[in-house]
């Protein structure tokens, strides 16, 4: 079983579209962070959250941490076809050393 | 992602055969992370290391998977005997130091090396 479960698992969608991902999981997290990652690339970090109820916006992407730090979303405002990627979502628990990913949810902007 | 290196980028290896994959982190980091990633799929923690030690190989599979993190030198992912279950993309990362408690320090992810088992 996923510690960390994402949804939806495949979006497409038209560019200028508005979308929201989710991440969820029964487990408290001490902090979470969102990755991108395009084909034949590593990860790369987006955001870390680390506060329940915190927003943070990256130019058209707004990230929001659940108040009780089990459950995260990504908006994307106004998508691009830039914006394609897999979107994962980590998490580290209060006694772990380790971020643990979620399975990823793979967007497609249309042009 | 240009800090963390890895190679070779691509390595084909017959079953039977050994594997062994590089990791050099960015400059400043100590702590190094391995992550195997199957097609269509996210990460999969694998193991933890500090220099000369493992912090956690929880992931790793028993037999066949070792890893290292010497003083000098970068990290090495060793699998032995590999069978074709063993293709996939394998990233290392790394952070300046434990980011279980460290929140601040993100991992920053290499470009992987693609393991193809024939």
């Known amino acids: 079983t996923q510690l960390l479960e994402q949804s939806p698992q495949f979006l497409s969608i038209q560019e200028g579209e508005n979308l929201t991902v989710y991440c969820n999981s029964s487990?408290?997290?001490?902090?979470l962070q969102w990755y991108r990652q395009e084909p034949g690339e590593g990860p790369v970090l987006l955001v870390t959250v680390v506060t329940g109820g915190e927003v943070k916006k990256l130019k058209r992407l707004t990230f929001q941490f659940g108040d009780a730090r089990k459950d995260s979303s990504l908006h994307i405002t106004a998508a691009q076809p830039g914006d394609t990627g897999l979107y994962l979502c980590?998490?580290?628990?209060?006694?772990?050393?380790?971020?643990?990913f979620g399975p990823g949810t793979r967007l497609s902007v249309l042009p | 992602n240009a800090g963390v290196m890895q190679n070779p980028r691509h390595l084909v290896r017959r079953r039977g055969q050994e594997a062994r994959l590089r990791c050099s982190p960015m400059?400043?980091?100590?702590?190094v992370y391995w992550y195997r990633q199957l097609p269509e799929e996210g990460l999969k923690f694998m193991v933890y290391?500090?220099?000369?030690?493992?912090?956690?190989e929880s992931g790793m599979p028993k037999e066949r998977f070792s890893a290292e993190f010497p003083k000098e030198g970068p990290s090495i992912l060793r699998i032995q005997q590999v069978v074709r279950g063993d293709s996939a993309a394998y990233f290392c990362?790394?952070?300046?130091?434990?980011?279980?408690?460290?929140?601040?320090?993100?991992?920053?992810f290499g470009n992987g090396t693609r393991l193809t088992v024939t």
């Open positions: 400059k400043g980091h100590s702590h």
């Open positions: 290391l500090q220099k000369e030690n493992i912090i956690d």
């Open positions: 980590a998490g580290a628990r209060n006694y772990g050393q380790n971020f643990v």
């Open positions: 487990s408290v997290f001490s902090s």
């Open positions: 990362a790394s952070s300046s130091k434990n980011v279980g408690q460290g929140i601040s320090s993100p991992l920053h």
